[in-house]
């Protein structure tokens, strides 16, 4: 069962435009949700994060976005660079009995940008 | 470099065998976590070490083990393997106890069952 889903397994994008990377979860219990980047031959790198408190979080070019009502999250990065080819994981953190947190990635989208 | 170092980077090895993954972790991080990434799945949480003792159990087979030292390095213990336990697996640390917001990961050891 996942919990967290990306749908779009790759996304192409010309330099200089909007990229925007899409994620959907289920459980409405998942408090805060993470973006990491993922380059080849290296392990993923936190990128952005959002409490479920708020809709919007901006940092630099990367802004995400939270429709809690919808249990849909964006990740938009503007302008897009070429540096920004990667792979992109959406996770969502879920406080468990005793005060536990656990982190569920969704599948990943691999970013392209083409110059 | 996030700093967490994993070895081997690529392990090759047969059915039926046993092997054992190391990580070091940052400096000053007590938290050790375990992720496993197959094909087109995501990151798959295995467990998760705070300061030498099991914190948090994910998906993790039986056959699978793992353990915190004193020096805070962590080993996963893969026995009895099966084709399908071809992945990469990432450990990943923190300082605290919790998954906060930023888990730095190595750079992950890529396991082939043959």
């Known amino acids: 069962d996942q919990q967290v889903k990306q749908n779009s397994p790759s996304l192409s994008v010309q330099e200089g435009r909007i990229s925007i990377l899409n994620c959907d979860y289920t459980n409405s219990m998942f408090d805060y949700f993470l973006w990491y980047k993922k380059y080849p031959a290296e392990g993923p790198t936190f990128l952005i994060s959002?409490?479920?408190?708020?809709d919007k979080n901006e940092d630099g070019r990367f802004t995400v976005f939270l429709n809690k009502s919808a249990k849909h999250l964006s990740l938009h990065i503007v302008p897009s660079q070429p540096g920004d080819s990667a792979v992109y994981f959406c996770a969502a953190r879920l406080l468990t009995n005793f005060g536990n947190e656990k982190l569920t990635f969704g599948t990943g989208t691999r970013l392209t940008i083409i110059p | 470099d996030s700093g967490v170092t994993q070895t081997p980077k690529h392990l090759i090895t047969a059915t039926g065998q046993r092997v054992t993954l190391r990580c070091s972790p940052r400096?000053?991080?007590?938290?050790v976590y375990w992720y496993q990434q197959s094909l087109d799945q995501g990151l798959q949480f295995l467990i998760q070490?705070?300061?030498?003792?099991?914190?948090a159990k994910g998906n993790i087979l039986e056959r699978f083990s793992a353990q915190q030292f004193p020096d805070l390095h962590s080993e996963l213990n893969l026995s009895s393997l099966e084709l399908g336990d071809s992945a990469l697996y990432f450990c990943a640390s923190s300082e605290g106890q919790w998954e906060n917001e930023k888990l730095f990961f190595g750079s992950g050891t890529q396991l082939s069952v043959l």
């Open positions: 070490y705070y300061n030498g003792e099991e914190r």
């Open positions: 400096s000053g991080d007590l938290s």
């Open positions: 959002i409490s479920s408190i708020k």
